[in-house]
């Protein structure tokens, strides 16, 4: 049974070491032994506000991670289909990990992620009572970047520099 761990690699149980990465940014291989470990040289990650209802955790993730593939096309992978030849979308090629942290992570998360000049995505509480992209775009800007009410955060960038962003973060379970 395939797992992924907190660096966003894909395992097995009994699975050799790493195999070594792709060129591509946000990519990894497994160009040896089947099974190997796929390690990616980038991270995916969705940072959420811990006192979210559950409906807004998926919510907002789902919006967060919208953008990722528009501004780093190489994150998506190709079209996949199926045996009877139906086709289906193409999805990000590695893992997206969820965290959760406290209002206080969130906003300090923000300022690393801007600090490292990551690409991010926000969501604000305001986002909640909107219904539309105009409104959703007009409710941020309204706000200065330092007094968001953040209830989200999804970053693209070195497995590394994502890790220092997410400090004091956790997994979401």
């Known amino acids: 049974m395939r797992t992924i761990d907190e660096t966003g690699a894909r395992t097995e149980p009994g699975a050799g070491a790493d195999t070594g ?22 991270k995916i990650a969705v940072l959420l506000r811990e006192d979210l209802e559950p409906w807004q955790r998926l919510n907002v993730t789902a919006f967060l991670v ?41 906003t300090a998360a923000h300022g690393r992620a801007l600090g490292r000049s990551l690409p991010t995505a926000v969501f604000t509480s305001a986002l ?10 007009a409710a941020v800007r309204a706000v200065p970047g330092d007094l968001l009410d953040l209830v ?20 979401h379970h």
């Open 66 to 106: 919208s953008g990722l593939g528009t501004v780093r096309p190489e994150l998506v992978g190709e079209p996949y289909a199926d045996a009877d030849g139906t086709a289906y979308l193409p999805m990000f090629r590695q893992p997206v990990l969820v965290f959760q942290g406290t209002k206080e992570v969130l």
């Open 128 to 137: 909640f009572a909107t219904g539309n992209d105009r409104d959703n775009r």
């Open 21 to 42: 990465t792709d060129t591509r940014a946000g990519t990894g291989t497994d160009a040896g032994t089947a099974g190997a470990p796929v390690r990616f040289d980038t």
């Open 152 to 171: 989200g955060l999804a970053v693209h960038g070195p497995r590394n520099a994502v890790d220092k962003v997410l400090k004091g973060a956790r997994m």
